[in-house]
């Protein structure tokens, strides 16, 4: 129901734009999260989206560089990544926040994308 897409292999201090549409249903009223997950490591949360769109968070890993927005006419939720680091390499994911007080909470999350690689090259 979630499909992300625009990851790919970028240099660093490059830039890319993530997109998660949904389908079959929507989102609308629902907070929206990307997470990220590099090889081998844990799913950590990357930034959220309140659903009007009036309140964003970010890890502070990614603060100043990435931005999150979304159009719910479309059903979309986009990541916009600038300045991007090697360490930014992973498998990113939307998800929609169903429960809870914090959006960095994982655990508050359903609905998981598939993912979409993104590599960044030093």
């Known amino acids: 129901q979630l499909v992300e897409s625009g990851g790919g292999l970028v240099q660093a201090g490059g830039s890319l734009r993530l997109s998660c549409v949904a389908s079959?249903?929507?989102?609308?009223?629902?907070?929206m999260g990307w997470f990220r997950q590099p090889p081998g490591k844990e799913r950590d949360y990357v930034a959220a989206?309140?659903?009007?769109?009036?309140?964003?968070e970010y890890a502070d890993s990614v603060k100043g560089r990435f931005t999150i927005s979304r159009d719910n006419a479309k059903n979309t939720v986009y990541l916009q990544m600038n300045n991007l680091k090697p360490e930014d390499t992973a498998v990113y994911y939307c998800?929609?926040?169903?429960?809870?007080?914090?959006?960095?909470?994982?655990?508050?999350?359903?609905?998981w994308g598939q993912g979409t690689q993104v590599t960044v090259s030093s």
């Open positions: 998800a929609v926040f169903v429960t809870g007080r914090y959006y960095s909470d994982r655990r508050g999350y359903d609905y």
């Open positions: 079959g249903r929507t989102f609308s009223t629902y907070a």
């Open positions: 989206i309140s659903w009007s769109g009036n309140t964003t």
